[in-house]
């Protein structure tokens, strides 16, 4: 699939602002000919429907990219790794699941964006646990809650509230921040120097969209509804250790579920690997049913 990207010209990191002109002038879809390309691509591998499904959601990648760009990346490199994210998602989109393709492809652009920040050893070196992920991508959110805006360290009291709230230590909130701190790239500012135009002048305000928030609220119910059906068919103690491996941001460890059971830690990872294949074995009957009933 990666013969979708043969369009993408010029890139985003040789010339933001005209990047930003030229994906301007793709038109956006209307649902009953997003359904349609998406066909040509699904039943018959048809490129160029392809090409009209990515490049119609440039600015979406655009848009969320901006949402990151206070990480201290260049947006460029982040719009192209929304775009990897996009591609993927028109690979997997399922036209007949009824929901908008910006609104499955959001998630993808997300996750190859976020997996770039954690990955870029430029920005900032840290762990890859569960907890100091959180605390990457919460840190500046509840600053802003804090109205702590300033570039500087935080005060002790805010430290040990956010902390507390991400459940790390203090000194990793110390670190972090440190490692963050650094300009914001300003909305407000221009395209270029000889323009009056501003960067905010090409977003669409895709948040407002409400046929996109009422699908993706009942998509997420769903999901919710399989996983919580899907739980059901283990036992407690399987239930447990699945929860506590892989559904926590703070997730215990093999030694301490082992110390919980009295057995091996090796007998607490099967349990777990079965318990696994067990719930995604039920989500994805759950799916393929509703699939059919709809």
Avoid at 193 to 221: H, P, Y
Wanted: with cysteine.
């Amino acid at each position: 699939m990666g013969t979708i990207a043969k369009d993408f010209n010029p890139t985003p990191e040789e010339n933001l602002s005209r990047y930003l002109q030229v994906i301007r002038q793709y038109p956006m879809l209307t649902q009953e000919e997003e359904v349609a390309l998406a066909e040509r691509w699904r039943n018959h591998e048809d490129h160029d429907a392809a090409h009209q499904l990515v490049n119609s959601h440039l600015r979406l990648v655009a848009k969320i990219a901006m949402g990151y760009r206070g990480y201290g990346l260049p947006v460029g490199e982040l719009i192209s790794e929304g775009n990897v994210g996009m591609m993927q998602a028109v690979k997997r989109f399922d036209p007949d699941k009824g929901f908008r393709l910006a609104t499955y492809a959001m998630w993808w652009i997300r996750a190859s964006m976020q997996e770039y920040i954690l990955h870029s050893w430029s920005l900032v070196k840290m762990g890859t646990t569960a907890a100091q992920k959180k605390l990457f991508f919460n840190l500046r959110r509840i600053k802003s809650e804090l109205q702590a805006i300033h570039d500087g360290d935080l005060t002790p009291e805010q430290t040990e509230l956010i902390a507390t709230r991400l459940k790390v230590s203090e000194q990793e909130v110390t670190n972090m921040n440190r490692r963050l701190a650094g300009p914001d790239h300003s909305l407000n500012a221009p395209l270029r120097e000889d323009s009056d135009g501003e960067w905010i002048d090409w977003l669409e305000d895709d948040g407002t969209d409400q046929e996109t928030i009422v699908a993706e609220r009942q998509e997420s119910r769903q999901r919710q509804k399989m996983l919580a059906g899907a739980m059901m068919c283990l036992t407690d103690r399987e239930r447990h250790i699945l929860t506590e491996r892989r559904l926590k941001d703070d997730p215990m460890t093999l030694q301490d579920l082992s110390d919980v059971y009295g057995i091996s830690r090796e007998r607490v990872r099967q349990i777990e690997v079965r318990a696994f294949e067990k719930v995604r074995k039920s989500v994805r009957n759950a799916a393929i049913k509703e699939h059919m009933v709809n």
